[in-house]
């Protein structure tokens, strides 16, 4: 043919495998090893996570053994009875028969996390337990769940690589769920994504956040893209501005040292109010696939654009500092609001108010989505405030509607009212699952949609360092507030001026059994 004859050619496919294909039922033994076995995050939450989906069924004794591993010298005995007690509260005599069950599928292994013995010592374990299934040859399952400070996850990474990883040729897997915080800032969250890139392909590797296995954040995609009275209203012309809050009523409570290198920031808003606000933002995903919600959530984040100090406020709670663990003159901010701004057809001129503090006056997580005012106000009652969207995501899970209503009587006049679900009147007896089990089945079945993707991290931090690095240098000072106040009055005067007119009168009271 001439040179100008079209030519087919077969395209590389870039997409991750779970891409591909549907999550499919796996058979197999199964092995779950908790590295970080002795530490607060294993025994509080990773422990009883795995025992609420034991007791639901979806771990089967006959196939799944759990491991944990750690420094500390201790027996398989010794670090059952460290967990027992976290598994037992309010349990009932079969819970307890449950308890006793599911603590004989853990043993323990004890050794160092860049040491080659300890490793090794583990995965002759682990063989032991697949050996003993008669498991086929390259059809076991491995999860390791990092519990562990990110400063050991390069050198455990390369541990696991190295001796713990077993033949997938026929189904197997082997599959690393690491927590937060996935680095400091941009420059140390590439270079540790680069540490474990090097190791395990992203389609092994699970960055977990707990905010997104939440049963009212799960709900979002549904809620906007399930019903229609929501899709034509879902927009910068009916919607005034959306603020996404995190408040607890404590202090940082014997976690100041920790605390301090981090700050609310980085400890809150970069990662769990952002993911929100992805999943509040998005535009609707081809499918429910993994990788299509997930390039969604990314487009999200390269949309925002850079963050301008006069749309920030920091505070610092009075007493913080009388930590002995944190020093004298921190300028790490325990609460701060921040307004992003996201440029595109959609959202264009709607703030978003990412909101979050310590030592607050009350302890809520919520989206609150303020609609604009209606146009020709003929029963003047516009004083008694806007619409409102408001999702409760925790305690008390919820969602209402501020909407305004006639007073019941005979005179014609407007009170402000609410259409209200909430969960625990309406789906009494029904358990909502802890945010960490929903994750954990998530990852043995190979689902990756509720888990962070690199480039989706990477967006993350290029929003947020450039202020980071301001505040840490010093630029900007946090506010001093009162313990169990709303924090500065600056965030007040911000909100205000980024356009939120708050409802004065009404009070949300969620409905009693």
């Not at 997104?212 to 919607?239: C, H, M, S, T, Y």
């Not at 995190?246 to 976690?255: H, L, S």
């Not at 190979?446 to 962070?452: A, K, L, N, P, S």
Request: with cysteine; net charge negative; aromatic share 10%.
């Amino acid at each position: 043919m001439g040179s100008g004859a079209w030519k087919i050619e077969k395209r590389d496919d870039f997409r991750s495998e779970s891409f591909k294909e549907e999550n499919v039922l796996e058979n197999g033994t199964l092995s779950i090893i908790v590295l970080g076995a002795s530490g607060d995050l294993a025994k509080k939450k990773t422990f009883p996570a795995l025992f609420h989906l034991f007791k639901q069924g979806f771990l089967n004794p006959n196939e799944v053994h759990i491991f944990g591993y750690a420094r500390t010298k201790i027996s398989d005995d010794e670090l059952r009875s460290r967990i027992r007690g976290y598994l037992i509260q309010g349990a009932s005599s079969k819970d307890l028969e449950e308890v006793t069950e599911f603590l004989q599928l853990i043993k323990y292994v004890s050794g160092s996390y860049d040491g080659e013995e300890g490793f090794r010592q583990l995965d002759k374990e682990i063989a032991v337990h697949e050996d003993s299934k008669n498991s086929a040859d390259g059809s076991s399952r491995r999860l390791f769940y990092l519990a562990l400070p990110p400063s050991v996850y390069p050198s455990v990474c390369g541990m696991i690589k190295n001796y713990c990883m077993n033949n997938s040729d026929h189904g197997g897997w082997t599959r690393i769920v690491v927590e937060k915080p996935f680095g400091k800032d941009l420059e140390s969250a590439e270079k540790l994504s680069n540490q474990i890139g090097q190791l395990f392909d992203e389609s092994q590797i699970y960055r977990i956040d707990h905010y997104l296995g939440k049963e009212l954040v799960q709900n979002l995609l549904v809620l906007r893209f399930a019903n229609r009275f929501f899709l034509p209203l879902w927009n910068r012309d009916n919607i005034e501005n959306v603020q996404i809050v995190f408040r607890e009523d404590f202090g940082t409570e014997g976690r100041g040292g920790y605390f301090d290198e981090y700050g609310i920031i980085r400890d809150i808003i970069q990662n769990h109010l952002l993911q929100v606000l992805c999943l509040v933002a998005m535009e609707k995903p081809v499918s429910l696939k993994p990788e299509h919600i997930r390039d969604e959530k990314v487009k999200v984040l390269q949309s925002v654009l850079p963050i301008n100090d006069d749309e920030v406020v920091l505070g610092q709670y009075d007493g913080y500092t009388d930590d002995p663990t944190v020093p004298d003159h921190s300028n790490t901010p325990t609460f701060s609001t921040v307004v992003l701004r996201i440029h595109n057809e959609r959202w264009e001129g709607v703030p978003f108010i990412l909101k979050a503090g310590k030592a607050l006056n009350s302890r809520k997580a919520e989206i609150r989505v303020q609609f604009k005012d209606v146009p020709g106000d003929i029963f003047r009652c516009k004083k008694q405030g806007r619409n409102e969207f408001v999702i409760r995501l925790q305690p008390s899970e919820a969602m209402y509607m501020k909407l305004t209503v006639k007073q019941p009587g005979l005179e014609m006049s407007t009170v402000q009212s609410e259409l209200d679900l909430s969960y625990g009147q309406r789906y009494q007896g029904v358990a909502i699952p802890e945010a960490y089990e929903r994750l954990i089945l998530d990852t043995i079945k190979g689902d990756q949609q509720h888990f962070v993707r690199r480039d989706e991290l990477k967006a993350a931090w290029e929003i947020f360092t450039p202020l980071l690095h301001r505040i840490d240098n010093g630029e900007l000072k946090p506010l001093p507030y009162k313990p169990g106040s709303r924090g500065p009055e600056a965030a007040d005067t911000l909100l205000e001026k980024a356009g939120y007119v708050q409802t004065h009168g009404y009070i949300w009271i969620p409905p009693t059994l």
